[in-house]
């Protein structure tokens, strides 16, 4: 299962995994950092909460988008007073940017959910063809958290075990995708602005978790070792490569 992120939502370094880890040791630690800790996971729902209360107390879509606006600022200087990253904060403000341009321009509050609708048909749909091309979205995932990878992003492909873990858990992702738009679809359709709300706090970071959970039952009780090698220092070519 994924260790617990550090406290202050930036979780663990990624090269404090130990060089032999094994496939599914590796992936632990990188979707472990994936969650932000219970303070990121917060951070990102936060705006969408204040702009469904003030929208259900008052039916004003500005009161409501300047209200998401000012919790995401609020939030910012915290963290920029503290001196910590702005990583999940920042996972908060474009969304809440671009959700406000879409309410805006269509004077509708249930257009502030569409850009999370339509970004996640895009997921979907990128999960899907990375599953069938055999280039699956977690293994980029994993590439980028990899030490051994920083010169070789893609090296992972290489990996045969690693592709094939990947595979499994990107079908997860393709579940959690598809279960956001199955519920929230409907909703927008609807006009349901209140209901939107709950579902895109409730299909956001507890749904991830639920599907990390899933992910790490998945990985428990594997043992697949890299197939990938570092050729030594001082060497023509420092990248990883394929022992295929």
Request: charged content about 15%.
């Amino acid at each position: 299962m994924p260790t617990d992120p550090a406290p202050d939502g930036r979780g663990e370094d990624r090269h404090d995994l130990a060089p032999g880890a094994t496939v599914e040791e590796l992936i632990r630690h990188r979707l472990s950092t994936a969650l932000g800790g219970w303070r990121g996971s917060i951070e990102t729902a936060l705006p969408t909460v204040a702009f469904v209360v003030l929208w259900v107390w008052r039916k004003d879509l500005t009161v409501a988008i300047i209200g998401s606006v000012a919790v995401t600022v609020v939030l910012a200087v915290v963290r920029l007073v503290q001196r910590q990253s702005l990583q999940y904060v920042l996972s908060a403000v474009f969304p809440t940017a671009i959700a406000a341009f879409f309410a805006l321009r269509s004077g509708k509050a249930e257009d502030a959910f569409l850009p999370g609708i339509i970004w996640n048909t895009v997921m979907l749909a990128v999960a899907l063809v990375s599953v069938a091309l055999r280039w699956p979205l977690v293994g980029f995932m994993v590439g980028a958290g990899d030490p051994r990878m920083a010169d070789d992003p893609v090296g992972w492909h290489r990996d045969r075990g690693l592709v094939r873990v990947c595979q499994r858990l990107t079908l997860v992702l393709v579940g959690l995708f598809m279960v956001r738009l199955v519920i929230m679809v409907p909703l927008y359709l609807a006009s349901q602005v209140a209901l939107l709300g709950v579902a895109k706090v409730v299909l956001g970071w507890p749904l991830w978790l639920a599907g990390i959970g899933v992910m790490g039952l998945m990985l428990v009780k594997g043992h697949t070792p890299p197939e990938l090698e570092v050729e030594p220092e001082g060497s023509a070519h420092s990248s990883p490569r394929g022992t295929l």
